[in-house]
């Protein structure tokens, strides 16, 4: 069974390598040159941008012609093209036999906080949040920007439009990059699919699909506003980057984008509920996020995906590998997703060298456009359980560099017998116990201490 299963995965992906092996934008080319070189002059370069390093995105006529001209020039470390991910369906719909009970003694008074079951403690499976909340940290609390890099964010739902980030630099619909960050009238993030004329990514993050929306809600949806649910943080600000189309197909140049402008502008934590299976470079991305962990303290957190069904079971991300979960990067943490029932939910992926934790996923309850709520499944769920997580922790510990953050959450997880050789810490992450785990082993992180009255 194994042997065909293995046969027919590998005749599936090469089909899916010869389609999609040759989509990439023309008009895009990376170069990573040489330390202390300067760019090469050539006629196909139409524009240059500095990324960061060494590293520059051109714009061209032919990224082909003009590759092979520069992947041989002495100043050129590599090159690399803008691919495409490849369409895809983003989240499964829940199953609906596998409804999970309803949480106890929620103190929020959103009406169907009830719903979140992530709420619950370890004993039933949850990330401990409501225990979390009845002995938070003696400390100051800060705001934390997370990203939501996905198909948007209904920034106007009820339950969310208090919790967006707002750059307070930046005046709505005048046409002016106020704040002089590159981007006009970005106020709630920015949308890097659909450009303006000049090339330059439009204002405009409002999510169609609905995979954005959800995800958000579960991070930050307002607590204590007498609607809908109660986000995992309680002091966060979503800032929305519409980067994933509703088919998929994001790609490595509006990624890279998106990752930088969310650093650049304060954000801490980037949600990343997407992936691809090929990745013909692949070290731009992980580049990117290497620079922003280093440069600006910000943790990539992304899901693992969801390719475990049937005799693919458990799909093992560390020999299939999945982008950017499969990049060898410290600063990423990636994330499986787990079933009410407490196991692994039966699609997620995962690898005892890329996976690193596990987190609710399956009949996640959360926003959807235009003041819905839904339940949905998938590792892209399990992502923003863990941000909401982190964020709660950088809320009392604001100072954690990316890795320590990483650390807090790795090192204070539940362990699982289930999960032993299936990811690198084998248990499930839990709030409670990283807000110990933080105070205990990083003080020097933490806000301000309250001063008891
Ligand atoms: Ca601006
Ligand atoms: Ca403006
Ligand atoms: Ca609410």
């Not at 969310?262 to 691809?276: P, R, T």
């Not at 934790?357 to 892209?380: H, I, K, L, R, W």
């Amino acid at each position: 069974m194994r042997k065909f299963g293995l046969a027919l995965i590998a005749f599936l992906t090469v089909g899916a390598a010869f389609a999609q092996a040759v989509r990439f934008e023309q008009n895009t080319l990376f170069v990573k040159l040489n330390k202390g070189a300067k760019l090469p002059a050539h006629g196909l370069i139409e524009n240059s941008k500095h990324l960061f390093g060494d590293l520059y995105e051109l714009t061209t006529s032919d990224a082909v012609l003009l590759e092979n001209d520069l992947r041989t020039d002495s100043a050129v470390a590599w090159t690399e093209k803008s691919f495409y991910a490849g369409p895809r369906d983003l989240a499964l719909p829940s199953d609906s036999k596998s409804k999970p009970a309803l949480v106890e003694d929620v103190n929020f008074n959103d009406p169907q906080a009830a719903s979140v079951w992530a709420f619950n403690d370890a004993s039933r499976n949850g990330v401990s949040v409501l225990k979390a909340y009845g002995e938070l940290p003696n400390r100051a609390s800060k705001s934390i920007i997370v990203a939501v890099v996905d198909t948007g964010v209904d920034y106007k739902h009820e339950d969310l439009a208090a919790v967006m980030w707002v750059n307070k630099g930046e005046v709505a619909g005048n046409g002016i990059d106020d704040d002089n960050n590159g981007y006009i009238d970005d106020v709630h993030g920015i949308n890097t699919i659909d450009r303006n004329a000049d090339g330059s990514a439009s204002a405009n993050p409002m999510d169609t699909h609905s995979h954005g929306t959800h995800v958000s809600g579960t991070i930050g949806a307002k607590q204590n506003n007498g609607k809908g649910i109660a986000g995992i943080a309680a002091n966060v600000q979503i800032m929305a980057i519409r980067t994933v189309p509703n088919s998929g197909d994001e790609t490595d140049k509006n990624v890279v984008e998106s990752y930088l402008y969310a650093a650049k502008n304060g954000a801490k934590l980037i949600n990343c509920s997407f992936g691809k299976k090929l990745n013909e470079g692949g070290m731009v991305v992980s580049e990117a996020i290497k620079h922003v962990g280093e440069t600006y303290g910000t943790l990539v957190i992304a899901a693992a995906g969801n390719d475990s069904w049937g005799p693919f079971r458990w799909f093992d991300i560390d020999t299939n590998l999945r982008y950017p979960a499969s990049f060898e990067n410290e600063h990423l943490l990636v994330i499986a997703a787990t079933a009410s029932s407490g196991g692994l939910a039966s699609f997620s992926n995962v690898g005892v060298k890329n996976v690193d934790v596990a987190a609710p996923g399956q009949d996640v309850f959360s926003t959807t456009p235009n003041n819905g709520y839904q339940s949905m499944s998938g590792t892209s769920m399990a992502a923003p359980t863990t941000a909401g997580v982190a964020a709660q922790v950088l809320t009392y510990f604001p100072k954690l560099t990316a890795l320590e953050i990483k650390d807090v959450l790795m090192k204070s997880v539940t362990p699982v017998s289930a999960f032993a050789g299936k990811m690198v810490t084998g248990g499930r992450i839990d709030l409670s116990a990283a807000l110990k785990y933080a105070e205990a082993t990083y003080p020097n992180r933490g806000s301000r201490r309250r001063i008891a009255r």
